[in-house]
Nanobody
Framework: QVQLVESGGGLVQAGGSLRLSCVAS????????MGWFRQAPGKEREFVAA????????WYGDSAKGQFAISRDNAKNTVSLQVNMLKPEDTAVYYC?????????????????WGRGTQVTVSS
């Protein structure tokens, strides 16, 4: 049974930081690119970051560049997202996802496995 379980979200003041984690099980983790998306109320799911199977390549959405950092540990089946200098507009549910495709897929439809998400709320 495939599972992606996110953790690390919460309520944080503007300017603060969080580290989101996602633990994967039920599939061959190092055969999949991993991504993070976010979705704010009333908005479409937005690509945040992706990382290649080996972790040697990373890609970021325009809103995430310079602010977020994605990493993975294939020995622990874990992908993480360090989020810094948070702003109220970063408030959203953050999802981790797995894609069999290479090359840093940015579309949600490119990801076959999804977690349930972790809420990040940034207060001003």
């Amino acid at each position: 049974q495939v599972q992606l379980v996110e953790s690390g979200g919460g309520l944080v003041q503007a300017g603060g930081s969080l580290r989101l984690s996602c633990v994967a099980s039920g599939f061959t983790f190092n055969a999949y690119a991993m991504g993070w998306f976010r979705q704010a109320p009333g908005k479409e799911r937005e690509f945040v970051a992706a990382i290649s199977r080996s972790g040697s390549s990373t890609w970021y959405g325009d809103s995430a560049k310079g602010q977020f950092a994605i990493s993975r540990d294939n020995a622990k089946n874990t992908v993480s997202l360090q989020v810094n200098m948070l702003k109220p507009e970063d408030t959203a549910v953050y999802y981790c996802a797995a894609s069999i495709l290479s090359g840093g897929p940015v579309r949600p439809s490119s990801y076959g496995y999804w977690g349930r998400g972790t809420q990040v709320t940034v207060s001003s």
